[in-house]
């Protein structure tokens, strides 16, 4: 029998049933009411503060051809970067300058010892400058999102980005139903991608100490609202400190154009109903508020906020290689320069009553809870 909403907004503790009939919330007003109160606890239990991460889109080189991603292997279209060593110092440079306590670094994903040797050097680069440089005692946060790589690798990189209390990673299961893993992993070119190699990944993270996040995409074609739910349930027993979702957005440089996408008004619905569903199961977790949300709609990056996110990542790459990190179509913020997209997100800051966490850390509290005595940063 169907619980009122009203019942399961009283909820702590939500079943396989609970989350999807939350999911399945289409009246508009039952639809504000689950946001609100994903907003109302994630104020409960973080505070009213929003934490910055600059992102640093370092390289849209990849060995992989998953087939929903523009930048995969096979795309010839694709016009390939990797940022120079001072490029991306000046890019943390700023972020660290504007008062963010973190940057995240992202590329498309390379396990060869050239790339592991150039992302350690700018990892302690990076921390170097902003103890030298910005006077942080224990160096600024970090989180890398570089896809799979070795137990060893992982080590390297901790090491070198020196504060390990600040220490986060990034790497997306994109979806807990394993056939449709496979179908979008399953590019004819490049090395291939597996679910057993992404559990082992999520895995090794976790052992080197960082703070472990992951996340999928809504609304891919072929998936359900039980995946949906079971991807709630997966970040649960992967006992994740942080979670990246977006929609799903189709890109013609990947090879899913012929599925399609689902309609904006529907897949920010979802969007925001799967984001909202998370907050109230996994209340102690960090999420971001996607850039994708953009491109579904302006401004929707506050709208993810009101649904319950407390990250934003305001991308600090140089302006010259941002449109070439085109993950899916109609990216937002490829021609902005880095001060017009700071001052947009400080506007959605504003219009949410939140204010920025100026030079924090900002680590996951479920982290924290889990490392007792850490402090609160």
Known sequence: MMKSLDALLAQSTFSPDDLLQLLKTEDPAECEALY?????????????CIYFRGLIEISNVCVYDCRYCGIRKSNRAARRYTLTRAEILEAARYALAAGYGSVALQSGERSDPKFVDFIEDVCAAIHRMSVEEFGMTE???MTLSFGEQTPQTYERWAQAAGNRRALRYLLRIETSNQALFAHLHEGRCGAQKTWQARLRALSDLRAAGYQVGTGVMIGIPGQSLEDLVEDILTFGRLDVDMLGMGPYLVSHGGDMVSEGMMEHKALMRLTRNM????????PTVNMAAATA??????????????????V?????????????????????????EPDSNVRLEQELVRVTGRS????????????RSRNAGLPAD
């Open 36 to 48: 609100a109160e994903a907003f109302r606890r994630t104020t409960a239990v973080h505070g009213n």
């Open 139 to 141: 160096g600024c946060g």
């Open 275 to 282: 984001l909202a569903a998370t907050r109230l199961a996994l």
């Open 293 to 310: 949300l953009e491109t579904l709609e302006p401004g929707a990056r506050a709208l993810g906020v009101l649904t319950g996110c407390n």
């Open 312 to 336: 934003m990542m305001p991308n600090v790459t140089p302006q010259r290689t941002r449109a070439s990190y085109q993950l899916y179509d109609n990216k937002q913020g490829t021609e902005s």
């Open 356 to 367: 920025i966490a100026r030079n924090r850390f900002g680590s996951s509290l479920h982290y």
